[in-house]
């Protein structure tokens, strides 16, 4: 599924969501739902969005989310949904960009052409590592 503000895949018992290139987010609705999170958990949260606004390239596809049923984790369809959604953005000539708060995932992102750029943490939040992928 592509239009203009979504494209989506999915395999099986998983799903990639993507954002095409040149998306721009709105992140004011997102302080309505935080405004009952502790001050310095919602302090974190806003450096970490800005912190990824700041690195991610604007003009790449961006994978906000790519999930796989944890009753089919270890069979290799997280790894075949991307292959399917990478051939999908290559048909574009467009690069790629994500952010992995596990670090078992940057080898899998690793594989399928993804480099690590940076490292981003803040407070007692997750280490995220941000990833890119040139156009092919």
Same mark, same amino acid.
């Given at each position: $599924? ?18 095409? +290139? ?10 309505? $739902? ?7 958990? &919602? !302090?974190? $949260?806003? &450096?970490?969005? *800005?912190?990824?606004?700041? *690195? ?17 984790? +270890?069979?290799?369809?997280?790894? &075949?949904?991307? !292959? $399917? +959604?990478?051939? !999908? ?12 708060? *596990?670090?078992? *995932? ?31």
């Amino acid at each position: $599924i592509l239009n203009k503000s979504l494209f989506l895949t999915y395999f099986l018992s998983c799903f990639a969501f993507w954002f095409p +290139s040149n998306f721009l987010f709105d992140f004011d609705p997102i302080g309505d $739902i935080l405004k009952d999170f502790p001050s310095n958990s &919602q !302090k974190d $949260i806003f &450096q970490y969005f *800005n912190a990824f606004e700041e *690195n991610k390239p604007k003009d790449a596809c961006y994978l906000e989310y790519l999930g796989v049923d944890p009753s089919r984790h +270890s069979l290799g369809l997280g790894s &075949q949904l991307l !292959k $399917i +959604s990478l051939a !999908k953005i290559d048909d574009l000539h467009e690069p790629a960009y994500l952010e992995s708060s *596990n670090p078992r *995932n940057v080898s899998l992102y690793e594989r399928h052409g993804f480099e690590a750029i940076t490292k981003i943490q803040f407070g007692e939040g997750p280490l995220m590592h941000t990833m890119y992928r040139e156009a092919r």
